[in-house]
């Protein structure tokens, strides 16, 4: 199986599983619930739930342990999408080729779709941890998954970029911020989707701060890798990117020095089936569309 | 102490608590967190994170173990109210006051500043979850409280109710379903802060369910009642409440019947003092503005 195909099995089961939770039979709130998976099911890849998945399986098996997590991750992702597009953010009316929540739904119903599936996140992690969780020791390992994943996804973390990414311009930003902004906006759920699956499998201390730097310097070289594509594609557009600071020939240098960075906190774990991430990693950074 | 002053004494409790989790001290992320800790701070009474303290008093003491949860739940109900000022809901410019979020900081931070308090509120209670529960029994109650809370916040609860409120018209309207959208919108997260402090105090599952249904009825009688005070106030207003299916004097009744539960399911619980919990009721039920 190549890397394709090993992506389009795990993220059929994502969608299976996401389809359980967001099917609705209740009459007065399917139109929230139609909006939600609509979203959630426009031909995303579900990188992310699969990068919680695989990284738990490094470490253990059962991924049923670990799949509320990845699917809550993958809610949050889709949340961030639906109000990024919103007409006073980034006013985008397509995504992978199909009109944009609020283009379909309306503003109000967009953003309230995005409120919903952001709290769906967490009601999915609760209600798992409460009904599966039985010693202390379960019970502080999905805590604690779940007290990362909000972590990243917060004000701190991706809504903290997305800020800066809304309030950035030529006046106000270096090249560090710059790298904090990539640091939160992008590579914060990607480190979240990593970390969250090593805490669940019961990986060490060690084990997981390898994983989160193949997370970080992964959404890095994935976030550089986007500038170089879209300015591929249009350069007349005026986005503040890393090409502000850098010549393609630099930027192509970076996506390739922090993808050996990725790669080598990757191989430092110790008897790990590592290859999946690798592969992956290698595809992400190697795409050209 | 009359109910107003003592609504005063636990309302600076909440305010302290707030102030040190949103204080900010990092650059990059000051303006989400102030635009966080404007609409926190809007001269807001406190009434649901009281409501979380004294139902957990009602059981037990030593409400550092409860304060976590009433936190989340001020930042959930400070979140809707942002998110439903916007110009594409409600488009209110005004709130107790003072400009909305969308008037300060614009729409697109607004959304963002309603995001990372509802990100917040969940990072509030996992990360206290996760240092300060020893034992499963401690991990069990206080992850249920989260679960409940955002059960009542999400799509079967509060959003949910936003949502019907958002649809709603004369062709699709019953009493039935504006009941039903009264029990969301506004009783749910009402039921959530008085279930949540019940919850982590320990209390017994009849117990929890006497507080589930002061706050079910509770949360009733207040939203007729503000429909009673909307209409006295401006006449010209064509929203769709209760006063669509009833007379002045039938809503007033209501009311009534919906406080006389909310307090029958209170004097239920044997041997508890409920005396704030009651006067709190009479206090909402009974304001004029």
């Given at each position: 199986m190549n890397i394709i195909e090993e992506i389009e099995l795990y993220s059929n089961l994502v969608d299976n599983k996401l389809m359980d939770i967001i099917n609705n039979k209740d009459d007065y709130t399917s139109q929230i619930y139609e909006a939600m998976k609509y979203s959630l099911f426009t031909?995303?890849?579900r990188l992310r739930p699969i990068m919680t998945i695989k990284s738990f399986e490094l470490f253990s098996n059962k991924i049923e342990k670990v799949l509320p997590f990845a699917l809550a991750i993958e809610m949050i992702h889709t949340y961030s999408l639906i109000h990024d597009d919103l007409p006073c953010m980034d006013?985008?009316?397509?995504r992978r080729g199909k009109p944009t929540s609020h283009r379909v739904y309306g503003e109000a119903m967009a953003i309230l779709a995005g409120d919903g599936l952001l709290n769906l996140a967490f009601e999915t992690m609760s209600n798992f941890i409460y009904s599966n969780s039985e010693s202390v020791e379960d019970f502080r390992r999905n805590i604690r998954a779940m007290k990362e994943i909000s972590a990243y996804s917060g004000c701190r973390g991706m809504i903290g970029g997305q800020v800066l990414d809304l309030m950035g311009s030529s006046d106000n930003m270096d090249e560090e911020k710059l790298i904090y902004m990539y640091s939160s906006k992008t590579a914060a759920l990607i480190m979240a989707s990593l970390v969250s699956g090593a805490i669940v499998s019961g990986a060490s201390e060690d084990e997981i701060n390898k994983v989160k730097d193949f997370g970080l310097y992964l959404g890095l070289a994935y976030q550089i890798k986007d500038d170089l594509l879209d300015y591929k594609q249009d350069q007349s557009i005026d986005k503040f990117t890393y090409l502000k600071f850098h010549s393609l020939d630099e930027a192509e240098e970076q996506v390739k020095e922090y993808s050996r960075n990725a790669i080598n906190a990757l191989e430092s774990?110790?008897?790990?089936?590592?290859s999946f991430l690798k592969n992956l990693a290698n595809y992400l950074i190697n795409r050209v569309v």
């Open positions: 031909g995303g890849k006013n985008d009316d397509f774990l110790d008897n790990r089936d590592i």
